[in-house]
């Protein structure tokens, strides 16, 4: 827990210093806040910046998520966030553990032979029913039939690319380990 300017949030110091620092570097004309054009979801160069913030502090959200933080962090369409807006997400459930996640991914590298960040539906289902706590026939074919609408998770080849499927799977439960 960190106090700024009278506010509490759930990261560590370390962490608040880094996110100020971080955000201090994009608010490039000293206003306190950092524009982004959610109107238009396209990438304009306000929005690469506010993309360029996030993985400047080791997150890489995806198209999808981005445009969800936009709207649950700026519903009126103010196009900008403040120092304090961004801490909240950074403490939100959208901010993801680095850690969490490649301890996810390293269950997925297991079944990619190729290295290639892909997966069969097959092969979901099994680290789904036969790895951990196994889910149930009914409960695996739901995941996967989430997995399968997850954007962008699906590859040309049909396959699932696991990178993007980790990353929703935590913003959609942060609790997952």
């Excluded at 000293?30 to 160069?45: E, F, K, L, P």
């Excluded at 996810?104 to 029913?129: K, M, N, T």
């Excluded at 954007?151 to 040309?156: L, S």
Aim: with cysteine; hydrophobic share 40%.
């Amino acid at each position: 827990m960190t106090e700024i300017d009278g506010v509490v949030y759930k990261i560590t110091q370390t962490q608040a210093s880094c996110f100020k620092t971080a955000f201090g570097i994009f608010d490039v004309d000293g206003d306190g806040y950092i524009t982004h054009n959610s109107m238009t979801h396209c990438y304009c160069a306000s929005l690469r910046e506010f993309v360029k913030l996030f993985r400047s502090v080791g997150q890489s959200p995806s198209d999808a998520t981005l445009k969800r933080i936009l709207d649950e962090f700026d519903p009126e369409k103010k196009d900008k966030i403040g120092l304090h807006t961004f801490l909240q997400i950074c403490e939100s459930p959208f901010f993801v553990d680095p850690i969490k996640e490649e301890r996810l991914l390293e269950c997925f590298r297991v079944f990619d032979g190729d290295a290639l960040g892909r997966i069969s539906a097959a092969e979901l289902r099994f680290i789904l029913q036969q790895m951990g706590e196994p889910l149930t026939d009914d409960e695996a074919d739901k995941f996967i039939e989430w997995a399968m609408k997850v954007p962008d998770a699906i590859t040309d080849g049909g396959l699932l690319n696991y990178d993007i499927l980790a990353r929703e799977l935590i913003n959609r439960d942060p609790d997952v380990s």
